[in-house]
């Protein structure tokens, strides 16, 4: 595993250490000019979970993979958050926001994984 994939699975982790529901990676390594690596996209149900979820992550990572965000986006509504890790986007949304910009679907061709809810 490189670090880029060791990344994605601490933010993973992070994501559902706090509960993240419908948690997707998309691969955009073979997309012509993406600007990441890998996305990491999730919903939490309220804005106290989403601000929850992003705090989880910056925990997580900082730990497992010694790393934090060049920058995060949106903390203060709490709707949508997004966190810059270079080569991972992550992107923690309201399910509303979520299905209104359909991110994991923008690039039809990048494949993408669905991670197991756990209980």
């Known amino acids: ?8 699975h601490s933010i993973i982790e992070g994501l559902q250490e706090k509960k993240g529901k419908h948690i997707v990676t ?3 390594n073979q997309t012509s000019g993406a600007i990441c690596q890998y996305m990491v996209i999730c ?8 601000a929850a979820l992003s705090d989880s992550v910056w925990d997580v990572v900082r730990k497992k993979a010694n790393e934090k965000p060049l920058s995060i986006d949106g903390q ?9 890790y270079g080569t991972v986007l992550v992107h ?4 509303e926001l ?7 679907h923008l690039w039809a061709d990048a494949p993408v994984s669905v991670v197991p809810e756990i209980d």
Not at 1 to 8: D, G, I, S
């Open 43 to 50: 919903e939490g149900n309220t804005p106290t979970q989403v």
């Open 98 to 104: 979520r299905a209104f910009y359909n991110l994991e």
């Open 76 to 84: 203060h509504g709490a709707r949508w958050i997004g966190m810059d």
């Open 1 to 8: 595993m490189n670090q880029t994939e060791a990344l994605v």
């Open 92 to 95: 923690i949304f309201m399910p």
């Open 26 to 28: 998309v691969d955009l």
